[in-house]
T-cell receptor
């Protein structure tokens, strides 16, 4: 069974204090790993897709990396507007072609001014 | 704005009732997915449709059903509602060949 574990559950940072969020996964055959941002009461907003170990993607203050067992979301010099819950999800190769996402429970990030 | 629309935004109903949630995917997307998000369970996959056909089922209760219409919009029907069905229900869409899914704003269902 595909599983995703995110840590920490919650993270408080001061503005400008860089850190990393972790996503560990077990999947039979990785088709893709996805990072989303979710604000309270809103739908998840797509950030990145990573397909193979060693791949990296960047967007503004965020950088996602992937190894064979985990992914990291690095946040450099965060601002209060980066406060949100960050979700990690995996998509596996399945017989029958399902493209369902299996999500972790997320890391709630709070950035204080 | 992801381009995925969902109606209604909020729904309050009583136990035992039946409701229908509606989703319109992004233009050009053939796959529609339904997810349920509750505080303790996180985001859970319910069901996927691709170009009108059911493609995969997840943790969807027998009281729940869905369909995708020829214009590719989808409806999720929830019946014999229980208190535990209170949650956020999200629809997502994708081209259908893997890759990222784009989520709608969700429908918040409250069962009283």
């Amino acid at each position: 069974e595909d599983q995703v574990t995110q840590s920490p559950e919650a993270l408080r940072l001061q503005e400008g204090e860089s850190s990393s969020l972790n996503c560990s996964y077990t999947v039979s055959g990785l088709r893709g790993l996805f990072w989303y941002r979710q604000d309270p009461g809103k739908g998840p907003e797509f950030l990145f897709t990573l397909y193979s170990a060693g791949e990296e993607k960047e967007k503004e203050r965020l950088k996602a990396t992937l190894t064979k067992k985990e992914s990291f979301l690095h946040i450099t010099a965060p601002k209060p507007e980066d406060s949100a819950t960050y979700l990690c999800a995996v998509q596996a190769w399945h017989q029958g072609g399902s493209e369902k996402l299996v999500f972790g429970k997320g890391t709630k990030l709070t950035v204080n001014p | 704005d992801s381009g995925v629309t969902q109606t209604p935004k909020h729904l309050i109903t009583a136990t035992g009732q039946r409701v229908t949630l509606r989703c319109s995917p992004r233009s050009g997307d053939l796959s529609v997915y339904w997810y349920q998000q509750s505080l303790d369970q996180g985001l859970q996959f319910l069901i996927q449709y691709y170009n009108g056909e059911e493609r995969a089922k997840g943790n969807i209760l027998e009281r729940f059903s869905a369909q995708q219409f020829p214009d590719l919009h989808s409806e999720l029907n929830l019946s014999s509602l229980e208190l535990g069905d209170s949650a956020l229900y999200f629809c997502a869409s994708s081209l259908g060949s893997g890759g990222e899914q784009y989520f709608g704003p969700g429908t918040r269902l409250t069962v009283t």
